[in-house]
């Protein structure tokens, strides 16, 4: 079975920097992409960021020139670098592997609290 644990989280200062990891188990082969979003308190869930297996990339603007989102050789560990951080970043933050046929998994996320 495919799982993905995220881990990194915690409580940061405004301007801090955190890095998520997301800890792939199972088959990586026919992962096509791989994803970060991001739930803030009463909020919907919204896109942070992914990457493909060829390496292009797409962020949310506001996350642009702070995030950067990468992951290892072999797929299995996904990272998502988060400089300069806001309060407005404070969410539940979600990695998703995302399956050539059109399956979906998602780790149970992790807590990143931005505040003073």
């Known amino acids: 079975q495919v799982q993905l644990v995220e881990s990194g989280g915690g409580l940061v200062q405004p301007g801090g920097s955190l890095r998520l990891s997301c800890a792939v188990s199972?088959?990586?082969?026919?992962?096509?992409?791989m994803g970060w979003y991001r739930r803030a308190p009463g909020k919907e869930r919204e896109f942070v960021a992914s990457i493909t297996r060829g390496g292009f990339t797409k962020y949310r603007d506001s996350v642009k020139g702070r995030f950067t989102i990468s992951r290892d050789n072999a797929w299995v560990t996904g990272y998502l670098q988060m400089n300069s951080l806001k309060p407005e970043d404070t969410a539940v933050y979600y990695c998703s592997a995302n399956y050539m046929n059109g399956v979906n998994y998602w780790g149970k996320g992790t807590l990143v609290t931005v505040s003073s």
């Open positions: 199972g088959i990586t082969i026919s992962v096509s992409s």
